[in-house]
Nanobody, 123 residues
Framework: QVQLVESGGGLVQAGGSLRLSCAAS????????MGWFRQIPGKEREFVAN???????YYADSVKDRFTISRDNAKNTVYLQMTSLKPEDTAVYYC?????????????????WGQGTQVTVSS
């Protein structure tokens, strides 16, 4: 079983930075892909970034130059460092875990999800 708990969301002004954390438990953390998604009410959950078990990362084009995903296996934690935030980044951000390692960009590829943390970027 994998449990994920996100934290670090909040209200920031455009151009600001925020770091999200995802504390994970269970065997999947070190062996599978960890991802970040975001969702605006009424819209589909959108891929943001992920990191494979071996370290390779992948980003959505919309965040590629601004966000950085990382993982600290010793702390069982995944991070999403967000910089140069824009109002369109406003969403609930979810941490997700896959039991397998791959470059997964669809929510269906992830079996475990955190509760989400709200990120609001004001103009």
């Amino acid at each position: 079983q994998v449990q994920l708990v996100e934290s670090g969301g909040g209200l920031v002004q455009a151009g600001g930075s925020l770091r999200l954390s995802c504390a994970a438990s269970g065997r999947t953390f070190s062996s599978g892909t960890m991802g970040w998604f975001r969702q605006i009410p009424g819209k589909e959950r959108e891929f943001v970034a992920n990191i494979r078990s071996g370290g390779p990362t992948y980003y959505a084009d919309s965040v590629k130059d601004r966000f950085t995903i990382s993982r600290d296996n010793a702390k069982n934690t995944v991070y999403l460092q967000m910089t140069s935030l824009k109002p369109e980044d406003t969403a609930v951000y979810y941490c997700a875990a896959s039991s397998q390692s791959g470059r997964y960009t669809y929510p269906s590829s992830y079996a475990y999800w955190g509760q989400g943390t709200q990120v609001t970027v004001s103009s």
